[in-house]
């Protein structure tokens, strides 16, 4: 089978708006689902690991297991080796990969993760197969991805609504799949995976206090006017500047509304192999 992987466009690109964000996950609050099934010794694989923070954060739970974490990016990458160096997680590594065809013989590790990684690709069932095929039988491929069209927040915002809009228009230019979330287990199916292994859930982050509303806010309206999903928007003659800096007016007047709320839905899959 062919897939056209070459293609794949990451929406966020890696701006300090959006590594910010990354580093602000935890396994608790990225992974919950995941770390009943973790246990000392364990092997685990990070695909599409970005900056680190929640690959450290497993790999102190598989300890002594080595843990390895993959990205596209080798910039993110020293990130991520600080990030392990800062907490002494001697036991991961990073190295550059491609989520398509992993580096890795079959059935190499017990576990085998991907964050928020699954909606920014044009075949994300290619994927799904190439994870199971790493991982040793009688162990896990878990994913988690949001749902933007399931993201929901108060008070209502017109400028939010259209910033949910360009972003759906941007990544369906992309060939990748904003609404992922609710889709990871039908993918799961698609992939092959036994029905009866498959144990699909959700989760949520929420930005509602003042402190994490200010840094949601911030966040999104830096990434309107400055990240790869702004220059993207606008090489795709979806928004142009002016739009882009109305966004991010719009996101930085709804973090300072004192009874300001956002949702953020994940889909998420853990798979017995």
Not at 59 to 75: F, I, K, M, T
Not at 123 to 141: I, M, S
Not at 146 to 159: E, L, N, Q
């Amino acid at each position: 089978m062919t897939h056209t992987h070459q293609a794949d466009v990451y929406t966020h690109g890696h701006h300090d708006s959006v590594l910010r964000s990354h580093r602000w996950r935890t396994a608790e609050n990225s992974a919950a689902y995941l770390l009943p099934a973790l246990q000392p010794g364990q092997s685990l694989l990070d695909v599409g690991c970005g900056p680190g923070t929640v690959t450290v954060d497993l790999a102190s739970r598989v300890a002594p297991g080595a843990v390895v974490g993959l990205d596209r990016s080798e910039r993110v990458l020293e990130l991520a080796r600080e990030e392990a160096a800062a907490a002494g997680a001697d036991n991961v590594t990073f190295q550059v990969g491609d989520a398509y065809a992993l580096p890795f013989p079959d059935a190499s590790f017990d576990v085998v993760h991907a964050h928020q990684v699954l909606q920014h690709l044009t075949d994300p069932v290619a994927a799904l197969r190439e994870l199971r095929r790493v991982a040793r039988p009688g162990g896990v491929v878990a994913v988690r991805d949001a749902d933007y069209a399931g993201m929901t927040w108060f008070p209502a915002s017109p400028v939010l609504d259209e910033w949910s809009a360009l972003y759906h228009e941007v990544t369906q230019a992309n060939g990748a799949e904003a609404d992922a979330g609710r889709r990871l287990h039908s993918w799961a199916l698609a992939a092959g995976f036994d029905p009866d292994g498959l144990v699909p859930t959700a989760g949520v982050w929420s930005y509602a206090t003042d402190e994490d509303r200010a840094w949601w806010a911030d966040l999104w309206a830096e990434r309107c006017v400055s990240s790869d999903f702004a220059r993207q928007a606008v090489e795709h003659g979806l928004a142009d500047e002016v739009g882009l800096e109305q966004l991010a007016a719009g996101w930085r007047e709804w973090g300072t509304a004192p009874d300001g709320w956002f949702a953020v839905l994940h889909g998420e899959v853990l798979a017995r192999v």
